[in-house]
């Protein structure tokens, strides 16, 4: 078998046999394909498409082709939630510890962020001293102990779809749905949680722009999910603004400190809520997603959720940031935009917001590109909020002046105004069981 003649034979519309597909994983990973021939093979995927039996097959190669995570020896049923990426996402810094005060165990792996998404791993590490860096004995004894850790993916777990990713990254093949949900669900299948909840994002800050195509992924997922033995839900929200207010990493830590504590923003109350009613019932400890619900919001007023989140901090050697916030990274610069007319702001544009977090340092333009922590975007009025001219709209942090004006072009398109009030719009679009 030769990998010229599988990129051919899809290139030309073909359905892949199972055993081409595992063929094209292991070349992969073993790096006897070039990353030209991956490329052109992504290419040919994105363009002619895989039917579901492809996508599941492919799903399953990537998910064998590293280690697979063993929870067998946590007590009960082990949820796990992923998010497709969205500007301002900070809910699994919130859910983690929230379900774990349920007395589910939450056992999360999580990426860093590329591109306008932030990932979960940066967030954390602009807590000081916080490592994320645990082996797999570390990860699973952690999760015993105190039913919650959050550590970033080690080299061995699906390393197809790291090379995958970084090579979907520069040629412009991400957005394709069977590529999209066999890159989730071999990372969940091979995190070893026995039920995932999805949150597909859609809109102009996310890769499914609509809400046919984030529905036709989600359900794909689930499919696929539930043949490998996860009970799975999804949850399809918008992400045509940022989620909550604050988008970048040390802004997005305090952010979800404020909801652990029962403040914050309602979208992203209200999103959190519904992700964690659904890890709730896929746990089997609520008969209703009321119910569910209803518990997630009594531990957060009881002081559970956010005293579970110190636990987890004090496991991984973080400092408490939820008593001393100020131990957080802030930057010394500070820009402030202003509205040019009276109106109602009709879209914050979740795009260029996070474009504009990336420029002035928060997020990564390059895989290689540094971080600065204490910077990003924090939103001070949102779609429907009627402001004046001259009142502010937004601050801008930034370890540099200069970074801020490069950031201003990019936040001047994000927001549009309107006369009239804009209709509501909803966070949660759909809810796929
Ligand atoms: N999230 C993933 O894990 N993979 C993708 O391909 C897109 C979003």
Same mark, same amino acid.
Do not use: I, W
């Given at each position: 078998m030769r990998i010229f003649d599988i990129i051919d034979r899809k290139k030309n519309g073909n359905t892949l046999t199972d055993e081409e597909i595992r063929f094209f994983v292991k070349s992969v990973v073993d790096g006897s394909a070039s990353n030209e021939q991956i490329g052109a093979m992504l290419m040919a995927i994105v363009i002619r498409g895989m039917d579901e039996w492809e996508t599941e097959m492919l799903t399953q190669a990537m998910a064998e082709s590293g280690d697979r995570i063993d929870l067998s020896g946590v007590d009960g049923i082990k949820v796990d939630k992923h998010s497709t990426g969205g500007v301002g996402d900070k809910t699994t810094l919130i859910l983690v510890p929230l379900v774990a005060s349920l007395g589910i165990p939450v056992a999360k792996f999580s990426g860093r962020g590329l591109g306008l998404t932030g990932g979960t791993i940066d967030k954390l590490a602009s807590i000081p001293d916080m490592h994320t860096n645990l082996t797999e004995d570390q990860f699973v004894s952690q999760v015993k102990r105190i039913g919650a850790a959050i550590a970033t993916t080690g080299k061995n777990l699906d390393p197809c779809d790291k090379k995958l990713y970084a090579i979907r990254d520069v040629t412009a093949?991400?957005?394709?749905i069977p590529l999209i949900a066999s890159s989730v669900m071999s990372k969940k299948i091979a995190s070893g949680a026995d039920a995932v909840v999805l949150d597909v994002k859609c809109g102009s800050g996310a890769f499914m722009k609509d809400k046919r195509g984030a529905t036709r992924l989600a359900d794909l997922c689930i499919k696929i999910g539930r043949k490998a033995g996860l009970r799975m839900s999804a949850v399809i929200s918008d992400m045509d603004e940022p989620l909550g207010n604050a988008v970048g990493n040390s802004l997005e830590v305090r952010e979800a400190i404020e909801v652990l504590k029962g403040q914050g923003p309602s979208d992203l109350k209200e999103l959190t809520l519904r992700l964690a009613s659904h890890m709730v019932m896929l746990a089997g400890v609520a008969d209703s997603a009321e119910e569910a619900e209803e518990m997630a919001l009594k531990s957060i007023y009881e002081g559970r959720a956010i005293n579970k989140f110190r636990q987890l901090l004090r496991a991984q050697g +973080?400092?408490?940031?939820?008593?001393?916030?100020?131990l957080l990274p802030g930057d010394k610069f500070k820009g402030e935009v202003t509205a040019d007319r009276d109106g109602y702001i009709s879209s914050v544009d979740a795009a260029s917001i996070g474009h504009a977090a990336a420029i002035l +340092?928060? +997020?990564?333009?390059?895989?290689?590109d540094p971080i600065d922590y204490g910077a990003g975007v924090y939103l001070c009025k949102k779609r429907g909020d009627y402001v004046k001219k001259g009142e502010r709209l937004m601050y801008l942090y930034s370890k540099s002046q200069k970074l801020i004006m490069d950031a201003e072009d990019d936040i001047r398109n994000a927001v549009s105004f309107s006369d009239q009030r804009p209709e509501d719009k909803k966070i949660v679009l759909e809810e796929r069981f």
């Open positions: 093949t991400v957005d394709s +973080g400092r408490d940031v939820t008593e001393h916030p100020d +340092g928060a +997020g990564r333009l390059k895989k290689e």
